[in-house]
């Protein structure tokens, strides 16, 4: 996505505001790292659409408390899912199948 990068930076903070989206997410979505994603909402942003920064701040710092949160939940699903694959190949002792 090579645009302006004020033009770049409102689109990201609309996107981020109407799907309370992570700097991540928007990343992905857009293209672009996360590094030049939280440059242009935090940086870019705050002086050419200030209201528009608040409104991105606040769901920036909600998804910075919850992370915590989504890391669990994450890992927990990582090893839900190995469970699953290791009762398919047969394995009672935890270890995948085929390492030793």
């Known amino acids: 996505m090579r645009e302006h990068p004020n033009k770049r930076a409102v689109m990201l903070g609309q996107y981020i505001i109407e799907h309370k989206a ?9 293209g672009i790292s996360k590094s030049t994603v939280h440059k242009d909402v935090s940086e870019r ?10 409104q991105v701040r606040e769901i920036l ?4 408390q919850e992370r915590h949160i989504r890391g669990g939940l994450a890992t927990k699903q990582k090893y839900i899912r190995m469970a699953a694959e ?3 190949a047969g394995c009672r002792t935890g270890i995948p199948h085929g390492v030793k």
């Open 61 to 64: 710092e909600i998804n910075k």
């Open 86 to 88: 290791n009762k398919k």
């Open 22 to 30: 992570t700097v991540r997410a928007a990343a992905g979505k857009f």
């Open 45 to 54: 942003l705050k002086h050419i659409a200030p209201q528009l920064y608040e």
